[in-house]
């Protein structure tokens, strides 16, 4: 008899700036896996935009219309308009935020979306990222999801707004871990060995984009308790915000441009904020350089300006940090006897918020002088830690989450306006594979006490249909889209075959069939690039021209028809033996990253060796193979837990800096790929902001994109640093005459 297969269960972070999602199953005592998005990586920006007839999901939201794109989603959960206002929520979008009607009146937004405004709730918009992240994973929405919050920040109606959309989304809500309890249970469980028969104490905070969570626990004998927790709408975007102010007057006040008037000025200046922040964080004063409004900007920027210009938010730090550590210090002394001596315990920093050293130096202060270790990856440990909740706690039979809460206890359910009253401190248990957790903590316990939506089933049906035929057009929608890319690049293809097939194929000495091939295959690419019958053609006209072509090249050349034949099937046999070869190499043992992490030596040396697999498959001119091999070494890189030296800092740099750079290149030698192009020699420029191959191929791609200002900056930034670069040259003429070609017509 067959075993049945185990349950899968996944894990996800739903962050306000990126998602991770994890996947385990049902008993598995190990870490989860990471779950890869569409473009290899684990981490996918919490975001919706609408162009048109479609949306537009993740990395794709960065190149569309800001007016039309919704971040910060989960802020805009379950809140009132006058909560929402109270948080000044709507400084950080540029998208219309609206009251909606369905949901309570809950905050949501409207969009332009099939020629015309549409509202959508929170909920709904939120149900739209969830239904995408659901497809990334092999085994689907059916799979129950774990899900981490943050505690008491977001509370009982945003947590019923979050399984509202999941319902929309038809994704399987199990329930909710806190952001710091799930970070505690990986912290221990990779640490199981070190701990055992130890009591330790761990102080975890925690910045993310839009919330500031801290949280004192106490670590003996596989047992978590939660001594004290605190949470506060204060994230990295608020810091991002004031820089964003902070340029925007020095802009105005040194050349006369107002850049917050119009959207698209608004978005690019806080993209460079961002990226700003980052650099800031590492020295303390830069140059910042920009061409916005038709000018060259250049500004001198300081730490200590922007420190300055963001003092009330790093006011608040400190007094939530020692907030926690002076409850958690009476809360350990009233579980131990009179007199006990506090014990010293350990600070952990988690979240992108704390790379600031002025953050990082207030948290440090509250808590005793502490040293700050990263030693869990923040990027995913919340994923991890909700995948590793789930696979302990699902019960499949009952299709709930059981099995930790004592025998002796039952939480309290919240009151119907959600603002449950806390409860004392209860025990709850995992056991899987002889691997036992218990935990006391009450966020815990008060999350998952009812998981319910009562009251609000029309609205979600209702949203649910809209839902669906809104997936119906973005289904047709990529469709047509991937069958264009696919009849665009037949013809690429073919034409490069056409010039340099070999003699045997027979084209080489015969000029005039080169040419009647090359003329049809142009017929084609005309049609495809200028023909208004083209954007709005079905997946059957590309089909059909696909067919056409082939028909046509076998009448007229059936020697290189032949010969491009002989070629398929030949290339059909390699893919076959790589995928035998891979199920071959997955039938070995991996190793058990419970018993022994990889350390951060062994991270950078697989890094590397990434990279250079990467190099090769680039001089093989496999550029998908070596698009995977780059992502893969960046993916090793930001799995490193433990604090690297200054020394392993520029190793990591430099690696990233590479990294990035040869996938621009990569997209580079792609047709219609260069807004990741840009995306990639950005995130080079935050690492290396004199990096040359960065500008000259930013500089390429807004050509190619004939976003010549923006071309021409990227040159000028070349030959400022290399002033013989030929191919600078060159390609500042060339959009130094579009240019003018604009300007005369």
Not at 170 to 188: C, H, M, Q, R, W
Not at 292 to 310: N, Y
Not at 703 to 717: C, G, H, I, S, V
């Amino acid at each position: 008899v067959e075993e049945e297969p185990a349950q899968a269960v996944l894990g996800l972070d739903f962050g306000s700036g990126m998602s991770i999602m994890s996947v385990s199953s049902v008993g598995n005592a190990k870490l989860p896996v990471l779950v890869q998005n569409r473009v290899s990586s684990v981490a996918t920006p919490t975001s919706v935009g609408f162009r048109e007839g479609e949306r537009l999901f993740g990395d794709q939201c960065y190149t569309n219309d800001p007016e039309n794109t919704v971040t910060d989603l989960k802020f805009l959960l379950g809140r009132t308009r006058e909560e929402f206002d109270a948080l000044r929520g709507a400084d950080h979008s540029l998208a219309q935020l609206v009251e909606c009607a369905d949901f309570a009146g809950h905050m949501g937004a409207t969009v332009e979306y099939l020629g015309e405004p549409h509202s959508f709730s929170g909920e709904a918009l939120a149900a739209m990222v969830l239904q995408k992240l659901a497809t990334f994973p092999a085994v689907g929405a059916e799979a129950p999801l774990v899900m981490s919050v943050p505690g008491q920040a977001f509370g009982a109606r945003q947590r019923r707004a979050l399984r509202a959309a999941c319902q929309i989304a038809g994704v399987k809500l199990a329930g909710f871990v806190p952001d710091l309890t799930a970070s505690a249970l990986v912290y221990a469980h990779t640490r199981a060995q070190d701990l055992a028969g130890e009591s330790k104490l761990v102080l975890f905070v925690d910045m993310g984009r839009c919330f500031f969570q801290a949280q004192l626990v106490e670590i003996e004998n596989r047992t978590i308790r939660v001594l004290a927790s605190t949470a506060d709408t204060l994230g990295g975007r608020d810091f991002s915000l004031r820089l964003q102010a902070l340029l925007a007057r020095e802009i105005g006040n040194k050349y006369g441009l107002d850049v917050t008037k119009k959207a698209r000025h608004v978005w690019q200046i806080r993209k460079e904020a961002e990226r700003l922040k980052k650099v800031l964080s590492t020295i303390g004063t830069t140059k910042f350089e920009y061409f916005i409004m038709e000018k060259d900007v250049s500004l001198l920027c300081s730490r200590a300006k922007f420190e300055e210009e963001s003092k009330d938010l790093l006011d608040r730090v400190e007094p939530l940090v020692r907030k926690v550590v002076e409850s958690g210090a009476a809360a350990w002394a009233a579980c131990h006897p009179e007199g006990a001596a506090f014990p010293d315990y350990t600070l952990e920093v988690l979240g992108g918020g704390l790379i600031m050293p002025a953050v990082l130096d207030r948290i440090r202060h509250a808590a005793d002088g502490k040293d700050a270790h990263r030693s869990l990856d923040s990027q995913s440990c919340r994923a991890l830690g909700a995948g590793l909740f789930a696979s302990l706690y699902y019960n499949k039979a009952s299709d709930s989450l059981e099995g930790y809460v004592a025998p002796d206890t039952a939480p309290q359910t919240p009151e119907d306006d959600g603002a449950a009253a806390k409860q004392q401190p209860e025990e709850a248990a995992a056991k899987s594979e002889c691997i036992e957790y218990h935990f006391v903590d009450p966020d815990l316990l008060e999350m998952n006490a009812d998981m319910t939506v009562s009251g609000e089933e029309n609205m979600i049906d209702q949203a649910r249909v809209r839902e669906q035929e809104m997936q119906q057009r973005d289904d047709a929608a990529e469709k047509r889209a991937t069958k264009r890319n696919e009849t665009e690049e037949l013809v690429y293809n073919l034409r490069d075959k056409a010039r340099s097939s070999p003699p045997d194929a027979g084209l080489q000495n015969d000029e005039v069939t080169r040419d009647k091939v090359l003329a049809i295959l142009k017929e084609v690419e005309d049609w495809i690039l200028y023909s208004e019958e083209s954007e709005n053609a079905s997946v059957e006209d590309y089909e059909a021209k696909i067919a056409n072509i082939n028909a046509s090249i076998k009448e007229i050349a059936p020697k290189f028809h032949q010969w491009l034949e002989d070629e398929r099937v030949a290339r059909q046999k390699l893919e076959e033996q790589a995928r035998l070869e891979e199920k071959l190499a997955q039938g070995t043992r991996t190793r058990d990253k419970t018993e022994r992490p990889l350390t951060k030596g062994e991270f950078i040396s697989a890094a590397e060796k990434r990279k250079e697999q990467g190099n090769q498959a680039i001089k093989e001119d496999d550029y998908d193979g070596a698009y995977v091999r780059y992502n893969q070494a960046l993916t090793n890189l930001k799995s490193i837990r433990e604090d690297p030296t200054e020394e392993e800092q520029e190793v990591i740099r430099q690696l990233r800096v590479a990294c990035y750079l040869n996938l621009a290149y990569c997209h580079l030698m792609k047709k219609n790929r260069e807004n990741k192009v840009i995306f990639n020699c950005n995130e080079a420029l935050a690492l290396d902001n004199d990096s040359v191959k960065a500008y000259y191929r930013r500089g390429l791609a807004y050509k190619d994109l004939k976003q010549y200002e923006n071309a021409k900056k990227d040159f000028e930034q070349v030959l400022k640093r290399q002033p013989t670069n030929k191919g600078a040259k060159k390609g500042l003429a060339l959009v130094e005459k579009r240019i003018q070609e604009q300007v005369t017509k």
